[in-house]
């Protein structure tokens, strides 16, 4: 697929994810199996790259790090969770809702029901 294909997708997704866990130094409370589908990966120019695709997860909670020009939009198919910033705030979403973080975010994600998001990170 080029960067400049078109590209439709929902979920279900057919074909197998990505299937990875929390690494065990971020790990907060359970160890959620996540499923990754993947769809494109396009340069952006001056060495960014747009990566999107379907995420599920089990319930469970983690640190989250991102690097200083990464950030993330994602939007809530199914389920619930939450993300914390350092200060312990957070910001919740269900059906429907979208969360941005933004470079450099540090915190922790909690899945609090089996999610399943459309996600859209740059890099």
């Known amino acids: 697929m080029s960067a400049y294909d078109l590209l439709a997708f929902g979920h279900p997704m ?3 994810p990505d299937v990875s866990h929390p690494q065990p130094d971020r790990r907060i409370t359970g160890n959620p ?3 990754t589908w993947n769809l494109l990966d396009a340069p952006l120019g ?13 319930p469970g909670k983690w640190a989250i790090r991102f690097g200083p020009t990464e950030r993330e939009i994602f939007t ?16 919740e979403a269900g059906p429907g ?17 089996t999610v399943v998001k459309v996600y859209v990170i740059v890099e």
């Open 14 to 16: 057919p074909g197998e």
């Open 33 to 35: 199996r996540r499923e």
């Open 46 to 58: 001056a060495a960014q790259t747009l990566s999107t695709g379907i995420w599920r997860c089990e």
């Open 76 to 91: 809530v198919l199914q389920g619930r969770c939450r993300v914390y910033r350092d200060d312990g705030s957070s910001e």
């Open 97 to 113: 809702q979208s969360i941005h973080l933004p470079p450099g975010f540090t915190g922790a994600f909690e899945v609090i029901e």
